[in-house]
């Protein structure tokens, strides 16, 4: 190929590459540091931001964490203690309890044991401090930027569409500029991760405004209602279930960036976790992952009943003077902690840990079944993972750039061609092809096996209702996980590297595989069927023929998610020793270089929305061909 085409046909001309990255740098330099509004330089205001955030962050501290204290350094005391854990899970226990019964309030009690237990208790405090403030800027941001959205079909398009890069743009690149404007600390953090949960909230504000039922806000305009009160007092309340549900995702959302926060200083259980991979500690950092999932489930499952309303039901309802129990509990459980010290603060020396045997489990394996496991990885490295590598590294990018544009022409016509193909150009055009390259052939092959093992397990649930009640139950489960913990398994058999890498992807995106391919399975018309065995068909040949057809533009959106979820996992895996763009953006980020981590994490959100684009065409199409409609496209 390179002898038959032009060799700039096959490469990008490094001549021709835009500078893109070194003009964002240059101006965001400029910006942090000798820009003006006034008087005042921009990195004053920035900095005085920082330091307003960090008084929120520093009361939830003093609550949850340090308690107040005299004195500095070896010389410092305490003088009041923070809030005991075992007031702390007496409160949760109880609003468990009254949220959802018994089931969720053991389970609460049973999970916070465990970060008492294990010594892990602190970093756990600071890390639900940061959900926690992040969670509750981020929702108000959501609702009044939602609010706002709303009002017209142009500016919601708009908004939508900022919405939809911010939401395939990696984490990493969030945490580049905040770390120039902020500095290095939990403000930036936090900074970060309001940013990066906005999306679900705004989302979800103007899907619930625009569900509000007319008839309702006529019925309150006849009543002489003024517009601030129609919001107020008639929108928002018929709204709170849908924004429930965007509560539910921007925490978790918030749980997922705290924890990559801890690269810039944001502390908690996600700094655990990255110093112990740092120095291949698995069984340290294994145990600080059951925390942050326990955590998760928490958060999830607490939010999810808010959501659904359960904590109207009365069937748990513990006493009508529930305020009281409460306070009552809290001032028990302080007097018995200043009582017992050791009820208030766990000592370092009762703390357990199963680091060790996790660290011996290791040991044994790579003993003892290294000769195997390393077979099964150099095997898959050598036939199949590599020549995919290279074949996508040495294909001319023009070529792969009109093929793509091909496609697009085919399944929609020529402005999603147009579309597609400017995506692609621009990754060629910033100088980031062959990362781009990389990190296409380590999602292609993630998706690949998660289709091949999602696919088949989707259709076995979805032929019986209780298999498929409990199947949901466990992917609800896998996807409150954040992406961090999705690493450790990989590394603990399989060691850094791209094939831990495809590995850890690949779990992280196999339940949108399942659940799709359950749902487009299981929703088949029943007259189609019917049809088709009133005609003599044979269960094959009803498989083939109907089941398949109609459920087929719901897996091309399985397939789409399943992208998705891939994509947002590569950039994670850059700490484990890949070489994909998630690795620039990664690099950009430990040496603070601005313009590199924002183009690198346009160029992952070119790639996606090109995948998202041609994928959502095929379905769309599809849908088309057998009369149906295609949801979520």
């Known amino acids: ?139 108000g941001l959501g609702i009044l930027i939602g609010t706002k959205a709303v009002k017209t079909a142009a500016r919601r398009r708009a908004v939508e569409s900022v919405l939809n890069v911010m939401q395939t743009v990696p984490v990493f690149s969030y945490l580049v500029p905040t770390l120039l404007f902020l500095g290095y600390g939990e403000s930036a953090s936090l900074f970060a991760t309001v940013i990066y949960a906005l999306p679900p909230m705004v989302h979800a504000t103007m899907h619930a405004l625009r569900n509000v039922p ?52 944001a502390g908690g259980l996600g700094y655990i976790v990255l110093v112990a991979l740092r120095k ?46 409460v306070l009552s509990w809290l001032v028990l459980a302080t007097a018995l902690s200043y009582a017992f010290p050791v009820l208030g603060i766990w000592p370092k020396t009762y703390a357990v840990t199963t680091a060790p045997m996790w660290n011996a489990a290791v040991s044994w394996i790579n003993l003892n079944l290294f000769d195997q496991l390393d077979a099964i990885r150099t095997a898959t490295l050598l036939y199949v993972m590599i020549p995919v590598k290279e074949f996508l590294l040495a294909a001319p990018w023009l070529v792969v750039v009109a093929l793509i544009g091909i496609a697009g022409l085919a399944l929609e016509g020529m402005r999603l061609a147009l579309g597609v193909m400017a995506l692609m150009t621009f990754v060629a055009m910033t100088g980031y092809w062959e990362p781009a390259m990389v990190s296409i052939y380590l999602v292609g092959i993630a998706v690949i096996i998660s289709l091949l093992v999602g696919m088949p397990l989707g259709y076995l649930a979805s032929s019986s209702a209780s298999v498929r009640a409990a199947t949901n139950i466990l992917l609800d489960t896998l996807q409150t996980l954040p992406t961090l913990v999705y690493i450790l398994p990989a590394v603990m058999v399989f060691r850094n ?51 398949l057809n109609a459920a087929f533009p719901t897996l091309i959106l399985g397939i789409n998610q399943t992208v998705m979820m891939a994509i947002a996992m590569l950039v994670i895996t850059a700490l484990i020793g890949t070489k994909d763009l998630g690795q620039q953006v990664f690099i950009a980020l430990s040496r603070a270089k601005v313009g590199e981590g924002i183009v690198g994490g346009l160029c992952v959100a070119a790639i996606a929305l090109a995948c998202d684009a041609l994928l959502k065409a095929w379905a769309r199409r599809k849908a088309r061909e057998n009369g149906m409609i295609a949801e979520g496209v």
């Open 280 to 325: 291949l500690d698995i069984g340290s950092a294994l145990e600080a992952g059951v925390a942050i999932v326990i955590l998760a489930i928490l958060l999830d499952r607490f939010s999810q009943e808010l959501a659904t309303g359960s904590a109207l039901a009365t069937r748990h309802a513990l006493p009508r003077r529930f305020g009281w129990v």
């Open 1 to 139: 190929m390179p002898g038959i085409l032009p060799s700039s046909f096959v490469r990008y001309p490094a001549e021709y590459v835009v500078k893109l990255a070194q003009f964002i740098s240059t101006q965001m330099n400029w910006l942090a540091r000798e820009a003006q509004i006034g008087p005042l330089f921009i990195k004053d205001i920035t900095r005085a931001m920082a330091k307003v955030m960090e008084a929120p962050v520093g009361f939830l501290k003093i609550l949850l964490v340090d308690g107040i204290r005299q004195g500095r350094g070896a010389n410092a005391a305490t003088i009041v203690q923070p809030l005991s854990w075992l007031a702390f899970i007496g409160l949760v226990v109880l609003a468990g309890y009254r949220l959802n019964g018994w089931r969720l309030a053991l389970f609460s009690l049973a999970g916070l044991l465990y970060l008492v237990i294990f010594g892990l208790w602190v970093p756990a405090m600071a890390t639900l401090s940061g959900v926690l403030l992040s969670g509750m800027v981020s929702v």
């Open 214 to 265: 007319p008839e309702v806000v006529e019925y309150g305009q006849m009543a002489g209602a003024t517009p601030r009160q129609i919001y107020w007092k008639i929108k928002l309340p018929v709204s709170l279930r849908l924004l429930a549900v965007g509560l539910n995702q921007t925490i978790m959302a918030c749980l997922n960036m705290v924890i990559i926060g801890s690269m810039i200083g």
């Open 497 to 547: 590297g791209d094939f831990s890498a495809v590995l850890a992807i690949l779990s992280y995106s196999v339940p949108p595989a399942i659940r799709y391919t359950m749902h487009g399975f299981a929703n088949v018309p029943s007259e189609r069927l019917e049809a088709a065995a009133m005609s003599g068909a044979t269960r094959w040949q009803t498989f083939k023929w109907v089941r």
